[in-house]
């Protein structure tokens, strides 16, 4: 059996929550600009911008990946970059994880207002391969691909 650790080692845990999410079924390449463009936040800020997010009201910039990707009102004046979209998928899931580091949180009796975002890493999970038959005794490749998302707040 594999060993898994955090991908960032801190001396002092006393003031940081920390959460996992393994094998969550989207790809890695879906979940980096958003994590991206969370990462730094306050924690409830950014509960209220992945809300947004998924309500389809604000757009996500893309940081990598970004050919042939529309341009949103807005997005210049804040991010710097006008290509965005809307991720739903990878919204819910990462505020499934902010959720989930929150309570983390309250458990360990930190305040949920002052809770700041001092990682948030998605790393590539396994993947599925299938093939689908195709004409003259070829195929096409069809991977499903998982992600890893961990977040780390820290009390300011």
């Known amino acids: 059996m594999g060993e898994w650790n955090y991908s960032l080692k801190l001396e002092d845990e006393s003031k940081i929550a920390k959460a996992v999410m393994r094998d969550l079924p989207i790809s890695p390449k879906k979940v980096h600009n958003l994590a991206r463009a969370v990462n730094g936040m306050m924690l ?3 509960k209220k911008y992945l809300e947004r997010v998924i309500a389809k ?3 996500v910039p893309h940081f990598i990946h970004r050919k042939k990707i529309p341009h949103h009102k807005g997005l210049s004046e804040r991010w710097g970059i006008p290509m965005g979209k809307y991720p739903v998928k990878a919204a819910k ?7 989930n580091v929150e309570a983390n949180a309250e458990s360990k009796e930190l305040d949920a207002e002052k809770l700041k975002i001092i990682h948030l890493s998605v790393q590539q999970g396994y993947t599925l391969k299938r093939y689908m038959p195709r004409a003259f005794g070829r195929s096409t490749p069809k991977f499903k691909r ?10 300011v």
């Open 44 to 46: 409830q800020d950014a």
């Open 57 to 59: 009201e604000e757009a």
């Open 146 to 155: 998982y992600s890893n998302i961990e977040v780390i707040v820290k009390e």
């Open 93 to 99: 899931f990462l505020l499934k994880a902010l959720n």
